[in-house]
């Protein structure tokens, strides 16, 4: 029986979302983690969403809790890669199966979930990542953070030999081998390139989705200017150096 | 030859220094050898430079200038050094994640209701949706075992609001402001303790009606020793009160037979009496009333004694019993009439000295009344040790002994020191406004105070607005909700309304006027005059006794003095930026007032002020600077240190004070040494008041010391006591310390 609804979930997807733990890294997005996490409801009925509070000083927690997610509030700011670390522990401590990452900003659109959460159900990835360049979608972006991202894409093929679009989407599931590998283990500087070699390392199963990406809704980007330049030399230096023996948190 | 002693003592000093860091574990075990060696290093150097070691080594290794090579090797030292503190800060870094991420997993709150989520989306979704929507998400939920929300204990919850009101608190303070905030919260914290406590049933016990078996209050603090406590305290203060009483001859006291009159006028029904004939100075403040003979003479008592300190008191008159009826006039006679309603009663049963020593009796139990409630409320702030003490400073001897004699300036202090006391409690400590007995205590002192003297209405003013401030908007709001606290405004209302008419009507700041100064004295002089006299008002709030005849003696001065300097300064040193300001204003006030009033009132009615008119207001300063140090700003030690200071300073100037009080009444100051056997004696004998007194002050500070460190603050939050009732105070706790 696959009868499909208009989120394109069929009965067995929806039957898996209830394993699904959503984790929503936030700093500072308290006029967007409402609706971020409503629009996760509405899109995963069922999944289990937890905003990870990476030491706001706004009222990010509240907003996230009368949105009804469940709320991991962080005593300091750990940065995006310790605060995603933290909520696939929680998800790992809680028994589920799997978790996705969406950012806070409303950058990423949970309506395209189902397509992230596909792969690790059918059993043919073990992370999945939305990239903005397979097609669906035009994501216009700045030429020079283009070139950016296509360097890291040469180099995480160079150092993998996997062939990714999309190293820096920051939009991803994963599943329990996934899980397990980056609660133990979680590079915090630069997870979006880090955890996909390392995941490739580990020998898990990655792949990446086309998916549609919207322009944030508030904030800025935090790679931006001068700092998107340091930002690319210090994620080269980490790719090249770093990764033999990848600074684990676990 | 002198560069070889300096190095080398640099370097012992510098090898003495790591030694004691390490004994005192200032540094690692780890850490500390490599200090360690460094220091030898150099205490080696330097031991050698005469053997011109460094100069071979240098020559050795091919280095012309031989300190190069100390400079080399020191650049490399800590080269290393600084590397090794890198990598121990990324350890650490990785530490501190693990930490956070830990702290957060297991304070995470889960969502409100799972039927909140569901519900969003349902109403969220498009209706049109096909039939998975049929089947509620929620439905499937229980089978996943490890769901957070499932299987959680009632404590489990309430801990849970408790951290999620401590974030709201710390990101949207103006969201957490919406009525009924703590509902959440509260309902299941007060319902486990109801639970716990017997079985009380009655969850509607919270923010509406105050229910009928146990208050707030009693839940908050469940101390079963409380009643106990403030009696004892009670006993103590009255006795005190009562040992200054008997040892101060009958009127001897400023304007003790006007206020006697007063008393024994308005208890017969004369509450106010017609104004007395102008003088030739102008229109007379006195007011003649109708009372017994026997108070008439009471005026002729102090005459012989009253201002010279050199003549016992045994030449005073005794007052005969006489029931016929005179006109008398007094200074008293238009103050308000609730003093003297309560004290003049024994003058209807005894209108004799008799009468006169029960009188004093009555004033005293009041105004011990008021202390011993000062008293219990400051015990019962347990994250403010000091209160104690600043409550007991407030209560200087003059206190006492006004208290002990016929005039309302006794209880207006007291009563000013009680509602300073509670009112403190109730405001600025983190104990829930609801609690009915410190409502009870603030609501009668401030509706007693306000009747009590000419300037209370001032005092009170005064006294409120700074404890507004300190209590901040939120506490006012939450006081505002409380129905016993909106019926205790009420009263006080009406005892205010009440003043004011009175004060309209019978105006009670008339005062006589003392010896003027000369007509032609500039306005400079009069202040500096005042400013002058601003030391003996401060004298004179810690004891002036007698007709200010009896001066305190420099160890009674200087050592209570010292008491509100070091309260003053701890709370100066730890207070708050708020209570740093109004104990400032409290000073400035405390000194300043007296000197513009004297100085402006000096041409029409002389330079009159006394220092016990200020100690309502002046209570303050220790009460206020004492509460302002919170739990944990002072070492255990400290407290310790304050428990032994404080009554040692306290025993020696009451002692001091007393006896050489004792002594001016009974042989005169220029008498022998001893005040015993002098031509007056106190009833049932001058040593027997005189022991009395030792063993009551002795008692006091002793049970002082016992309430202060009876309920140690280290037990306030233990593991095991990790009650609902803990937990609530912990969250009333953030709360305040977020809207500081």
């Not at chain 1, 609706?35 to 030491?55: E, F, I, L, Q, R």
């Not at chain 2, 080399?72 to 990785?94: H, K, R």
Request: hydrophobic share 50%.
């Amino acid at each position: 029986m696959v009868a499909m609804n208009a989120l394109g979930l069929d009965a067995t997807t929806l039957q898996q979302v209830r394993q699904l733990c959503i984790v929503v890294p936030a700093f500072n997005e308290g006029r967007s983690v409402f609706d971020v996490v409503k629009t996760a409801y509405k899109s995963m009925p069922g999944a289990h969403v937890v905003v990870v509070n990476d030491g706001s000083t706004d009222d990010t927690a509240i907003q996230a809790y009368l949105a009804g997610a469940a709320v991991v509030s962080l005593p300091i700011n750990l940065g995006i890669g310790g605060a995603v670390q933290t909520g696939y522990q929680y998800a790992l401590r809680h028994g589920f199966e799997f978790a996705m990452q969406i950012d806070g900003d409303g950058q990423h659109d949970p309506t395209e979930a189902a397509r992230l959460l596909k792969p690790l159900i059918d059993g043919t990835a073990d992370v999945t990542v939305g990239s903005r360049w397979l097609g669906r979608g035009a994501f216009e972006s700045p030429s020079g953070r283009r070139f950016g991202m296509r360097v890291l894409a040469v180099l995480v093929r160079w150092k993998t030999g996997g062939s990714f679009t999309d190293t820096t989407s920051g939009f991803r599931a994963v599943g329990r081998r996934g899980l397990e590998l980056f609660t133990e283990s979680y590079p915090t500087d630069f997870p979006e390139v880090g955890t996909i070699v390392l995941a490739y390392r580990s020998g898990l199963r990655i792949e990446e989705v086309p998916v549609q990406m919207e322009k944030r809704q508030y904030g800025r980007s935090s790679i931006s200017g001068l700092r998107s330049a340091y930002y690319m030399i210090r994620v080269i230096v980490d790719l090249l150096i770093g990764s033999a023996d990848h600074r684990s948190v676990g | 030859m002198r560069l070889f002693g300096l190095s080398l003592v640099v370097s012992i000093a510098f090898l003495a220094l790591s030694v004691r860091a390490m004994r005192r574990h200032r540094l690692s075990e780890h850490t500390g050898m490599l200090w360690l060696g460094v220091s030898l290093a150099m205490v080696f150097l330097s031991a050698t430079l005469p053997f011109h070691l460094l100069d071979r080594a240098a020559r050795f290794v091919g280095i012309a200038y031989p300190p190069d090579l100390i400079l080399l090797i020191a650049v490399l030292f800590l080269f290393a050094f600084t590397f090794q503190l890198s990598m121990g800060q990324a350890q650490l870094n990785e530490k501190n994640t693990k930490l956070a991420q830990e702290i957060g997993i297991l304070t995470a709150t889960t969502p409100q209701s799972p039927e909140t989520s569901s519900s969003a989306a349902d109403e969220d979704a498009d209706t049109a949706e096909p039939e998975w929507l049929a089947e509620p998400p929620r439905t499937t939920e229980p089978e996943r075992t490890t769901e957070p929300q499932r299987e959680r204990a009632p404590a489990e919850d309430v801990v849970v609001a408790a951290l999620v009101t401590a974030t709201e608190e710390a990101v949207a303070p103006e969201a957490s402001q919406r009525p009924g905030r703590w509902s959440h919260v509260r309902f299941p914290a007060l319902g486990l303790m109801l639970f716990r406590r017997g079985g009380h049933a009655g969850s509607r016990s919270v923010l509406g009606e105050p229910p009928d078996v146990a208050s707030p209050a009693t839940i908050a603090y469940p101390e079963p020793g409380r009643r106990l406590r403030w009696m004892a305290s009670f006993a103590l203060l009255f006795l005190l009160i009562e040992a200054w009483s008997l040892s101060t001859p009958l009127m001897a006291s400023p304007d003790e037979p006007a206020h006697t009159v007063k008393a024994a006028a308005v208890v017969r029904g004369e509450f106010f009496g017609t104004p007395a004939r102008p003088t030739r100075l102008g229109p007379s403040s006195q007011i003649t009333v109708r009372v017994p003979h026997v108070f008439a003479t009471l005026a002729a008592i102090p005459t012989c004694f009253g201002t010279h300190p050199t003549v016992p008191a045994s030449c005073a008159p005794t007052p005969g019993p006489s029931t016929r009826e005179v006109k008398v006039a007094t200074a008293a006679g238009r103050y308000e009439p609730l003093y003297y309603a309560i004290v003049g009663l024994p003058s209807l049963a005894f209108p004799s000295s008799t009468g006169i020593w029960l009188m004093r009796l009555v004033s005293g139990l009041l105004s011990a009344l008021f202390l011993a409630s000062a008293l219990e409320s400051a015990a019962a702030c347990k994250r403010r040790r000091l209160l104690v003490w600043g409550v007991a400073v407030a209560a200087t001897p003059m206190v006492m002994f006004m208290a002990g004699t016929i005039n309302p300036n006794g209880l207006e202090a007291s009563s000013a020191i009680c509602l300073w006391a509670s009112g403190f409690a109730l405001l600025s400590d983190h104990a829930v406004v609801s609690d009915r007995r410190l409502l009870a205590r603030v609501g009668i002192s401030a509706s007693v105070l306000v009747q009590v003297r000419g300037l209370s209405p001032l005092w009170l003013l005064l006294i409120a607005l700074a404890l507004v401030v300190l209590a901040g908007k939120n506490k006012i709001i939450e006081l505002s909700r409380d129905r016993v606290a909106r019926l205790w405004i009420a009263v006080l209302a009406a005892s205010c309304a009440f003043t004011v008419w009175w004060q309209i009507r019978y105006d009670p700041l008339a005062l006589s006027p003392g010896p003027l100064p000369p007509k032609h004295v500039p306005v400079s002089s009069l202040i500096s005059t005042s400013f002058g006299l601003s030391d003996a008002f401060i004298r004179e709030m810690i004891g002036v006794l007698g007709w200010l005849d009896v001066s305190a003696p420099a160890v009674t001065y200087y050592g209570w003095i010292a008491m509100v300097f070091m309260l003053l300064g701890l709370g100066l040193l730890f207070g708050r930026r708020l209570f740093v300001g109004v104990l400032v204003c409290l000073v400035v006030l405390t000194v300043a007032l007296p000197i513009v009033f004297d100085a402006a009132n000096a041409r029409n009615l002389g330079f009159v002020w006394q220092g016990r008119y200020m100690l309502p207001l002046a209570a303050g300063i220790p009460i206020v600077a004492a509460g302002a140090v919170a739990k944990g700003y002072l070492s255990d030690r400290t407290h310790r240190r304050a428990a032994v200071i404080f009554p040692a300073i306290l025993v020696v100037s009451e002692l001091a004070l007393f006896f050489d009080a004792l002594r001016r009444y009974t042989v005169g100051l220029a008498g022998p040494l001893s005040p015993f056997g002098g031509r007056w004696h106190p009833p049932f004998g001058t040593v027997a008041v005189s022991l009395a007194f030792v063993v009551v002050v002795v008692a006091y500070a002793a049970w002082l010391r016992h309430i202060v460190g009876r309920y140690p603050l280290a037990d306030w939050w233990t593991p095991a006591d990790a009650s609902a009732g803990s937990i609530e105070r912990a969250m009333v706790d953030e709360n305040a310390m977020n809207v500081d």
